[in-house]
């Protein structure tokens, strides 16, 4: 078995596909193991066929597999879409009273999960552990860690849940070994790594709240709305006050308000949502409040494909409103990284009182992440420059020019000043003018605060070989399939790197030209239909790509179908 | 001791004769006399000749997007409860671009007090129908009139359960100071509808016209807390139109039930992220 176990389990939505996996994660991640899990679903509450694609690995794991280990069916739909997908000797689990016309083979292993269920537990409900049994059995788990994973997974229902629960898995489980038990085991690690498992929205909002932010506005969209969830899950113990707006201008505005008034805020959305937000975005850039805006990509344009993903936001997100001024937009590319933007995103929008954009997906937000626990020893909180002035308030002057373009912020409520912010030009107080000189030196002041973005701007990240030949190039969430596609497309013989862009702008270019000049190859590889990254590279410095992947399809890369595209001549 | 004085006195960019200096002078009355300190007022206003009132006080100001008053306000409010927020524009900001900031705002009952400039005209922008402007009005962008029916925004607010609903006339400065000044106090969202003629684009509406109408409901024997008497008499309109407060009812704050301001206002909250050590441990 490959060093990595990859999982499916499909069903019809609202079967319980989402508790099976996270049960399943919990007890992969509990072994000692990384794990990663895709949400693959329909915008709908009932029937229709979602996924969810899962791999577990002694190695980080920021991507699912193409070739299964093992597919979980809870319905028909499951073994007619994905047994194919089924490596030889890999199992495709599946109950025949659910399918009972359902494919014969060597890999199919009928197991009446319900029957088995009734008859063991005295409830078909559990009839989802007992698939987990014979899933587990298969992979080679001790049953005393898959006992004592239920054990504590439904602790909290009672002693009858855990003792059907524990019951079902066996049933499950004893079958499966007895069936299957001349099948290659998965070597679990025998050291137990420590992690913390969760999904993107809560690192990002975890990030959010450790750097500080204590307000969040924002209106349900996916697949954003876990980032709003998790601020009201914690608003008594954390201390944090969450609205739910009427819209999205609503939600924007609110945040403008509490951070003007001195709270780190932040809104979240998706690019629908942003696009409502995009005036509410440049008031944020004149009055020079700091401001954290998630926007979490899905297809668009418009409705879209609500629940999948897609990075056709770069750009809008780069140029989104009338007007010029300085932003920052962040592209991390798994939930730890997205984890750390945040405080990243929270010091700049401080430091240069500009509007910053963290722009994620779906793949991001709703995936389920293992990754090391976080430490909150790198969160650090730089509030930026802050009016220590004393004397007559009105004297204070909010837009002071000064030589970096940054004035001290002081907040309403400050005895030693008046602060007036205006989304008309303004003169150094605040005060609305149409004077030509004045709206010359403020442009030329929040221009001024692009160069120190710059200076700070977050430098692409090179993974593998400095020697490559070919350097492939991607941005935010991609990374996650392009690091294993790229180590198999270097088994392959390829001298190739990758090069991971995680702040797309400001992006002046030098790094990423220098990484491309040294290349006898370069390629691009994008969730949109258009190249939107190739596209902003070429403006930033001249260089075009010698070839473009891109995948537009709602559905994200997998290593291996990345690693075929990477492997073809032409493009 | 708070003066009309201390809230300064600056040149407008108003016309002569407009009833926004009225207001002006109302606000600045009604502020010395509940004794608000400048720096303690915080005013946000959205765009238009209304929404400039902000820039002719000396307090903090926040001069923000057409119709985006109320959800800045909201936003501050929480972050800091102890400042006085006071949401001020016309009726085409808050009623039109803005309105369903305020239906909302109403829900939440926040404690802003929300002043609309209604002359049922766009001053600004020179001249078209607002929502409060009669169906017959005849503009630029309504030939022959609008053919809709005029908004009723005091209608709209006690059908919210808006807790303090007024109206004022900015040709009697006596009670429209008082009405601010009630409007204010009362905790929770205040919705204080100003008529005032715009001498330069409504020539139907004017300064006689409303006086010629208007009776103060103090000097009757209403009933402020009777919703139904009160969406009933929001709706009188033409021939008399009635002044002074129409409903109030009381209702817990959106600020009382967040637990995170029940001691401290949000902006006074001390952080450390390793307040959430236990937290990281609980993922692992």
New interface residues.
């Given amino acids: 078995m490959s060093p990595h176990l990859s999982i499916k389990i499909g069903g019809e939505a609202g079967q319980g596909i989402q508790s099976v996996s996270r049960l399943l994660a919990d007890m992969l991640q509990d072994v000692g193991l990384h794990v990663f899990a895709y949400q693959n679903k329909e915008s709908r509450i009932r029937g229709g066929h979602n996924f969810v694609h899962m791999a577990a690995a002694v190695e980080p794991a920021f991507s699912a597999r193409r070739d299964l280990d093992i597919l979980i069916c809870l319905d028909a739909a499951s073994v007619s879409l994905h047994s194919d997908e089924v490596r030889e000797n890999g199992l495709v689990l599946f109950d025949p009273d659910l399918v009972p016309e359902g494919p014969e083979g060597s890999k199919y292993f009928k197991l009446k999960f319900a029957a088995i269920a009734k008859e063991k537990a005295g409830s078909k409900v559990m009839a989802n552990t007992v698939a987990i049994g014979a899933a587990l059995a298969y992979a080679g788990m001790d049953f005393e860690i898959l006992s004592a994973q239920l054990g504590r997974f439904f602790g909290s229902k009672g002693e009858d849940v855990v003792k059907g629960n524990i019951a079902a898995a066996r049933a499950g489980y004893e079958l499966a070994a007895e069936y299957l038990s001349h099948r290659a085991k998965f070597s679990f690690p025998e050291k137990k790594q ?5 999904s993107g929205a809560h690192a990002i909002a ?1 990030g959010a ?4 932010c ?2 969040l ?1 924002a209106y349900p969209m996916s697949p954003a709305t876990g980032i709003m969830e998790y601020f009201f899950a914690h ?2 113990d ?4 969450a ?1 739910q ?3 999205e ?15 780190r ?1 932040m809104t979240s959305t998706s690019g629908g949502g942003f696009s409502l937000m995009v ?2 975005l440049g ?1 944020a850039a004149i ?1 020079e409040t700091p401001l954290v805006i998630v926007e979490a990509q899905r297809p668009g344009p418009a409705t879209g494909l609500p629940t999948r993903t897609e990075q056709a936001d770069l750009l809008f997100a780069i140029h989104a409103s009338q007007g010029e001024f300085p932003r920052a937009v962040l592209t991390p590319g798994t939930a730890g990284q997205a984890f750390a933007a945040m405080s990243r995103a929270f010091n700049l929008a401080e430091k240069y009182q500009v509007p910053v954009i963290v722009l994620v997906d779906q793949y991001i937000t709703d995936s389920i992440w293992t990754q090391e ?2 430490n ?2 790198d ?1 650090t ?1 730089d509030r930026g420059s802050l009016y220590a002035g004393s004397g007559d ?2 004297e204070y002057k909010r837009y002071a020019l000064a030589a970096d373009g940054i004035s001290p912020r002081a ?5 030693n000043a ?7 030009e303004h003169d150094e107080s ?3 003018t149409e004077s030509a000189e004045v709206r010359i030196s403020q442009v030329g002041k929040r221009e001024r605060k692009f160069e120190g973005l710059v200076s700070e701007a977050a430098q692409p990240v090179l993974y593998g070989p400095e020697d490559y030949e070919e350097l492939v190039v991607c941005w935010g969430s991609v990374l996650g399939a392009a690091l294993p596609a790229l180590d198999i497309y270097r088994a392959g013989g390829a001298k190739a790197a990758l090069l991971h862009i995680e702040q797309a702008w400001p992006l002046t270019g030098s790094a990423v030209a220098d990484a491309m000049k040294k290349a006898g190859r370069t390629s691009c590889v994008e969730l949109n239909s258009i190249g939107q990254m190739a596209r902003l590279i070429r403006a930033q410095t001249g260089l075009e790509f010698d070839r473009v992947i891109l995948k537009y399809d709602g559905r994200p890369f997998l290593p291996e179908e990345l690693a075929e595209e990477l492997g073809k001549e032409a493009h | 001791m708070v003066s009309r004085e201390d809230y ?1 006195s600056f040149e407008t960019a108003w016309c002569p004769g407009c009833g926004n200096f009225a207001l002006l002078e109302s606000l600045k009355t009604a502020l010395a006399e509940a004794g608000i300190e ?3 007022l ?1 005013m ?1 206003s959205g ?1 238009g000749q209304a929404a ?1 009132i902000p ?1 002719y006080l ?8 057409h119709g ?1 008053a ?11 409860h ?2 006085t927020v006071i949401a001020e524009s016309g009726d085409g900001c808050m009623y039109s671009e803005g309105g ?2 305020l ?2 705002a109403i829900r939440r009952n926040i404690d802003i007090t929300c002043i609309v400039h209604d002359n049922q005209v766009y001053g600004l922008t020179k001249g078209q129908a607002s929502p409060t402007s009669e169906p017959e009005f005849d503009s630029g962008t309504s030939p022959g009139g609008s053919h809709m029916e005029a908004h009723h925004p005091l209608a709209l607010a006690i059908a919210l359960d808006c807790g303090f609903v007024a109206r004022g006339f900015a040709g009697d400065m006596e009670q429209l100071s008082q009405l601010i000044r009630d409007g204010i106090k009362h905790p929770g969202f205040a919705l204080i509808d100003v008529l005032q003629p715009c001498v330069s684009f409504n020539g139907i509406n004017t300064f006689k016209w409303y006086k010629d109408r208007v009776y103060k409901l103090e000097e009757t024997d209403y009933d402020s807390g009777n919703r139904s008497i009160a969406f009933e008499k929001s709706l009188e309109w033409g021939g008399k139109i009635p002044t002074g407060v129409l409903y109030r009812a009381s209702r817990n704050t959106f600020e009382s039930s ?4 029940a001691k401290i206002p ?2 006074k ?1 001390e ?1 450390n ?5 236990s ?3 609980k ?2």
């Fill in positions: 420590e992690t913390v498992m969760l975890f709240i450790a750097s500080g204590s307000f506005s608003r008594e954390l201390g944090l006050v609205v707006a009427e819209d201008i609503a939600a924007i505005n609110m945040a403008i308000g509490a951070s003007y008034a001195g709270v805020a005036e509410g008031l009055t626990p976080f909150l020893d969160v909180i308030a009105a907040f309403p409520g400050n005895p008046l602060v007036y912010a205006d989304s008309d605040g005060r609305i | 300064g400048p720096g303690k915080l946000v765009i400039k820039q000396r307090c903090n100001m926040f001069n923000g997007l985006r109320l959800p800045v306000a909201t936003g501050a409010k929480l972050a800091n102890e400042l369903n900031h239906s909302h967040e637990p995170a301001i949000l902006v909250r952080w992220p390793q307040n959430l050590r937290i990281v441990d993922m692992k």
